[in-house]
C-alpha cells in the first residue's frame, strides 16, 4: 500500500454521531406528503365529484386541506375535515374518505420542539 500513512482520514471528526445527541431536541409530526400531491389531489377530487359536491366549494374546501396537511399537520386536516362535516357542508362518507386519503398520503417529518 504505498502512500498510507495509517492515519485516519477523519480528522477532527467526532466517532459518535452528532445527529444521535440532539434528537431529544426533535419530535415527528405527520405532514402531508409534497411529493404525492398531484395524486392526493386527483383521488380528492374523484372521491367529491362520485359524492356530488359542489364544484366551488369543492375547490375551496380541496385548497383548505391541503393547505392545513402540509403545513400543520395531518391532525389539524382531519380536525378541519370534522368540522366542516358538522357544519353540514359535507357527507360523512365524504369526511371519512378525505380523512382515509390523508392518512394514505402521510409522512413524518422531524421538527424541533
Same mark, same amino acid.
Given at each position: ?62 385548497? /383548505?386541506v ?6 400543520? %399537520?395531518? $391532525? ?5 375535515? #370534522?368540522? +366542516?362535516? /358538522? ?7 365524504? %369526511?371519512? $374518505?378525505?380523512?382515509y386519503?390523508?392518512? #394514505?398520503? +402521510? ?7
Open positions: 500500500m504505498a502512500g498510507y500513512s495509517g492515519k485516519s482520514k477523519y480528522k477532527g471528526r467526532s466517532t459518535v454521531n452528532d445527529h444521535n445527541k440532539r434528537s431529544s431536541e426533535f419530535t415527528r409530526i405527520a405532514m402531508l406528503n409534497q411529493r404525492k400531491l398531484l395524486a392526493f389531489k386527483f383521488d380528492m377530487k374523484e372521491a367529491m365529484n362520485s359524492k356530488g359536491l359542489d364544484p366551488a366549494l369543492m375547490t375551496t374546501f380541496l385548497a /383548505s391541503i393547505a392545513k396537511g402540509s403545513r400543520q %399537520g395531518i $391532525h389539524d386536516a382531519k380536525d378541519f375535515v #370534522r368540522q +366542516t362535516e /358538522s357544519e353540514g357542508y359535507i357527507s360523512k362518507d365524504v %369526511g371519512d $374518505h378525505v380523512c386519503l390523508l392518512d #394514505r398520503y +402521510t409522512k413524518y417529518q422531524s421538527q424541533i420542539v
